[in-house]
């Protein structure tokens, strides 16, 4: 008795430490996450570095992160300098159309099929004062009053999107830096609770879902942006640059380019001009199409041997449940269970029957 209480004891005291060093770095999980999943992507790029760097891993940590951060705030710094520059006006127009209301385009008259359908519930809802207050928020009405409000809240939040890119770049350094140190240290924890086989077998396929997801959505995503970008300097949108920013960074999400390029198609008919608007909605459509049906399924589904079904469900289930970062999170997901899967049989397979092991 006293020899199962101390066995308990010593499984439960692990099990305490760590929940506690959980429940005080819980803040610093989403950075966390970030740092890993940029390390991992780009970790072949830092061993190039670091042997250009005359094999330092500090010097070459220090010059793979700035590498990285180049390439992720150059692009970065000129969408937020288009949407500041553009930011005044937009606050000023949605804290009017949600003070006064908002009415409906002419042409919703014109439109066959759901046309009435939708022009009568734009009247109920966005024609009525602070109608986009309670669309968006539930019922918050009046929460969107001025500009003032719709900016101080856009600043709030920048400020503290900027404080988790800040530590996921100071843990990307430590990751890079300490990275072979802290392999060896994980593999020799799964090695001893899952075993040298199985283990090898799940950690080679975490890697290259990662940076096949990464290509797949990241680098389509913006391959997007660009096209759907020049489509937009050619009907001569205004802010064509900020709605093409846009597009490439909803773009890494199935489905979210649509949700821009639809935007566009419908401001641009409200302005009158039908002709571009419809030009925008093919030339989006082929685009997405091309991207979604053959480029994305190739890059993603090939290495990591998902089919475009589990591909689909672990991107957008990650989305759902764990926002931006579950876009990376949900296909090594999905990978780790279908290798849990095909494996099921051969474990199967190998184990004997119950009454030709008691022979035996």
Not at 191 to 215: H, S
Request: charged share 10%.
């Amino acid at each position: 008795m006293q020899d199962r209480q101390n066995g308990l004891a010593a499984a439960m005291f692990p099990i305490a430490i760590v929940g506690a060093a959980a429940f005080v770095a819980q803040r610093f999980f989403l950075p966390l996450a970030w740092g890993a999943i940029l390390c991992i992507a780009t970790w072949p790029l830092y061993l190039r570095i670091v042997k250009l760097c005359g094999q330092r891993p500090l010097l070459g940590a220090v010059a793979s992160v700035a590498l990285v951060a180049l390439l992720f705030f150059i692009p970065l710094g000129l969408f937020v300098g288009q949407a500041m520059q553009q930011a005044p006006a937009l606050a000023e127009l949605l804290a009017r159309a949600n003070t006064d209301g908002l009415a409906p385009p002419e042409w919703l008259q014109r439109m066959p099929f759901a046309g009435g359908a939708i022009r009568d519930w734009w009247l109920t809802t966005l024609t009525q004062p602070h109608g986009l207050s309670h669309l968006f928020q539930q019922g918050a009405g009046g929460a969107l009053h001025t500009a003032k409000d719709l900016l101080r809240s856009f600043g709030v939040q920048l400020m503290h999107r900027t404080i988790d890119i800040g530590f996921a770049f100071l843990f990307l350094f430590f990751f890079y830096k300490d990275g072979q140190a802290l392999m060896g240290q994980i593999a020799t924890v799964g090695q001893r609770v899952l075993g040298l086989a199985r283990w090898e077998r799940y950690t080679a396929k975490v890697p290259a879902a990662i940076r096949a997801t990464v290509n797949g959505l990241v680098l389509v995503g913006l391959a997007e942006g660009v096209l759907l970008g020049i489509g937009y300097e050619v009907v001569g949108l205004p802010s064509a640059a900020l709605w093409a920013a846009a597009t490439g960074i909803l773009g890494m999400i199935p489905l979210g380019a649509p949700l821009v390029f639809l935007a566009v198609a419908g401001l641009l008919m409200t302005q009158g001009h039908a002709g571009a608007a419809a030009g925008i909605a093919v030339w989006g459509g082929a685009v997405l199409f091309v991207a979604d049906h053959f480029v994305r399924p190739k890059m993603i589904g090939t290495a990591t041997q998902l089919p475009f079904a589990a591909v689909l469900i672990g991107i957008l289930g990650g989305v759902e449940t764990m926002g931006l970062v579950g876009l990376f999170v949900g296909p090594v997901a999905m990978t780790l269970f279908v290798t849990l899967w095909n494996e099921a049989p051969n474990d199967i397979g190998t184990q004997k029957p119950a009454r030709q092991a008691d022979d035996a």
